[in-house]
């Protein structure tokens, strides 16, 4: 995946690029919004990280704006030291995908990046979805693994589904509370991994091969392979 | 002075005011003249009709007769007569001559002229031909309406002085005041921009408009001062409470750098620093989020929302988290609740209370969350559990910032958990009441209901997925009591 990063802090900058060269992906830094700017409109990006406050002019919503004006679609990410929720609207409003409030978790830049690298490939959310043998039609909402069908609590049905639609990819706890509950707060306690471990003895218990698994330090992933 | 917008807008009066006088006057001035003039004109016909008539019953010297008995009988000389031959020699009347201003030909005529030392006075005059060349004039001079013309001039000239002096004076009095109460809020102003927060600005009973405008200045500094106090109270709190845990973090870098452990300890160590900037991380998005609901920034946010169906949802979300501690949590709602507020916050306050229950209740405990009605136009949302409760000494301070009970020593927490469900209330109009349940703690906010449900706000909830077998949905009237626990 080819990513820019746009973004004037040195060391968070060296950190991210470094994390995302490590997890396989081609990524450009510019440090400041003129040249970022200059980048995100001349060169094909799959995935864009902004900064919203930069250096010099051009702040980080204002190149959002400029590039949707432009007709670009590329899916952007902004990152904010301003964590507060009507900032994050204005945020998404001014023409982001999503939002992320530093400080953060590598793990949860990357995952969030993998996911609005996925959406902005298109979901059809009427196509079945299917890992290994666990198989979910999303409009008869049946669920079955092997041939076994099971069943699940509309709740539980929606948090499989996100995490199917994001199959190899690792989902954070705080993306799960966001995508599966709409809540936009940190509950202190560790109910999104009782969920999980719910959802696991429903779909994974009785098998040999378990397809839910957790990603320590980041979250879970739904995957076949290894 | 004459900046003044009290005195510009008196003078603005003024003229306005004469305006609507010389408006007034000038038509009235206009018809009148034209009146007199007209019923003047037809009189002095009329009146030269007769002499003619006189004239053909009786002949010239009949006419003379006549017109020499009117004059004589004339007290003042208003009425102008005059017969003359055809060489304009006069034969009857009271003018010594034939006017040079009057033409010899019939018609009305208005002339100037001098009767006996009376001044300078306009007639109207008629002139009439008879048969065989003799010439008739009659006329009246304007003498009698001269008067009554003065006094109207007067009249308009005195209006517009008054007018004038009282519009200025008016101006004068009203800027004095003005000026007086201007100058005190300057004063109280320039306290404020000095730093002083305290100072309000002096407001009488009545309603008029600066003190329409101090009151609401008033409000506003109320609002900058409880902003103010606010700030200051976060700042106090952060140096305090994040003070610990930075201490933690420091120790541990510290440790880690003098020791150089092996590899695999001193990931463990890393590790654990990540968590304590977590903790700092954590802590400091809560006093943001306070800091953010008391500004009552988040306004903005309001829609029209479910109650009921928020707490389901609730519910539902923290009902394995209940299942693993063996609580049975219970929810019971009358129906949709339609009130405004915040969805983000108020389904974080009630997040936050069924935590804080889920904390306290004993295993095999229980927990009760109610949405209901409450009242004719009120909105309750109660959690209510059977853990230790709070004591009454302690109940205003666990509202506080930072503030942990006895009984919160070696759970985890922050302490601001109740602080932001009392600070959500406060922005939804409401508060956060705590009574006791003997045993436990019941926490509740009651939220004024809307009239009326949108269209757009979902239907209520699926019976919540709860740890307890018969939690389904049950009108129920008060929830006071928490039951015990069914099974689980």
């Not at chain 1, 396989?24 to 919203?52: C, K, Q, W």
């Not at chain 1, 023409?95 to 902005?120: I, M, Q, T, W």
């Not at chain 2, 990540?274 to 829609?303: K, N, Q, T, Y």
């Amino acid at each position: 995946m080819k990513i820019l990063l746009v973004e004037d802090n040195e060391r968070v900058s060296q950190f991210v690029v470094k994390g995302l060269q490590e997890a396989g992906h081609t990524t450009d830094h510019a440090g400041n919004g003129r040249d970022g700017m200059f980048l995100a409109a001349s060169e094909p990006y799959d995935v864009i990280i902004m900064d919203r406050m930069l250096p010099g002019e051009i702040d980080g919503l204002a190149i959002i704006e400029v590039l949707r004006k432009a007709g670009k679609r590329t899916p952007i990410l902004i990152l904010s030291a301003l964590s507060e929720v009507d900032d994050r609207i204005r945020g998404l409003r001014s023409g982001g995908d999503d939002y992320l409030s530093k400080p953060f978790a590598f793990g949860e830049l990357l995952a969030r990046v993998d996911a609005l690298h996925r959406r902005a490939k298109g979901v059809d959310t009427e196509v079945p979805l299917t890992v290994g043998d666990l198989h979910m039609d999303p409009l008869t909402r049946k669920v079955t693994r092997g041939d076994r069908p099971i069943a699940l609590q509309p709740r539980e049905f929606k948090l499989l589904e996100y995490l199917m639609r994001h199959a190899g990819q690792v989902v954070t706890r705080t993306m799960l509370l966001e995508n599966v509950w709409d809540y936009h707060f940190d509950p202190q306690t560790n109910v999104v991994d009782v969920h999980i471990s719910k959802l696991r003895q429903k779909i994974d218990a009785e098998f040999e091969r378990p397809l839910l698994r957790t990603v320590r330090n980041a979250g879970y992933t739904v995957t076949a392979g290894d | 002075m004459m900046r003044s917008s009290a005195v510009s807008l008196a003078l603005g009066y003024v003229v306005l005011g004469i305006a609507a006088l010389v408006l007034f006057a000038a038509p009235l001035w206009y018809a009148w003249q034209v009146t007199i003039q007209d019923g003047r004109a037809e009189f002095l016909q009329a009146d030269a009709q007769r002499l003619t008539d006189v004239f053909r019953r009786e002949g010239a010297d009949g006419l003379k007769t006549f017109i020499d008995a009117r004059v004589q009988m004339q007290i003042a000389n208003e009425r102008i007569l005059l017969l003359t031959d055809a060489s304009l020699h006069p034969i009857a009347g009271n003018l010594g001559a034939w006017p040079a201003a009057v033409p010899v030909a019939p018609g009305n005529y208005t002339i100037k002229f001098i009767p006996d030392n009376r001044g300078v006075q306009t007639a109207l005059i008629h002139v009439a031909q008879l048969g065989g060349g003799y010439n008739l004039l009659v006329g009246r001079d304007n003498a009698l309406f001269a008067p009554l013309q003065t006094h109207f001039w007067y009249g308009l000239a005195g209006a517009v002085a008054v007018l004038s002096i009282a519009g200025l004076l008016i101006g004068l009095i009203t800027r004095r005041a003005l000026m007086s109460r201007v100058n005190s809020i300057r004063h109280t102003v320039s306290a404020i921009i000095h730093g002083d927060l305290k100072h309000r600005l002096p407001t009488q009973l009545n309603d008029d408009e600066l003190n329409t405008l101090s009151r609401t200045i008033n409000g506003m500094l109320e609002q900058i001062e409880l902003l103010v106090h606010g700030v200051r109270n976060v700042s106090n709190s952060i140096a305090h409470d994040l003070r610990t845990p930075l201490a933690e973090l420091r120790s541990r870098l510290e440790e880690l750098a003098l020791i150089r452990p092996p590899p695999e300890q001193a990931f463990a160590e890393i590790d654990g620093a990540v968590a304590d900037v977590d903790r700092v991380i954590r802590i400091f998005d809560a006093l943001l989020r306070l800091a953010e609901i008391d500004a009552g920034l988040r306004r903005s946010g309001f829609v029209t929302l479910d109650l009921a169906d928020l707490a389901a949802n609730a519910v539902e979300f923290y009902a394995p988290a209940a299942e693993l501690k063996n609580i049975d949590l219970e929810f019971r709602s009358d129906g949709a609740l339609p009130v405004s507020g915040d969805p983000i916050l108020l389904a974080q306050a009630l997040g936050n209370l069924i935590d804080n229950a889920l904390k306290y209740a004993p295993e095999n405990g229980a927990i009760v969350v109610a949405a209901l009605k409450s009242g004719e136009a009120g909105a309750e949302i109660s959690v209510s559990d059977n853990g230790p409760g709070i004591v009454d000494g302690e109940k205003s301070k666990v509202v506080q910032r930072f503030y942990r009970g006895d009984a919160s020593r070696g759970t985890p927490g922050v302490g601001l958990g109740l602080s932001l469900v009392q600070a959500v209330a406060k922005l939804h109009g409401s508060s956060l009441v705590l009574s006791d349940q003997n045993p436990g703690l019941r926490a509740a906010v009651t939220l004024p209901l809307e009239a009326a449900m949108p269209a757009a706000i979902p239907t209520p909830p699926q019976p919540a997925v709860s740890a307890s077998a018969g939690s389904a949905i049950a009108p129920v009237v008060t929830c006071a009591r928490v039951p015990t626990s069914t099974s689980s």
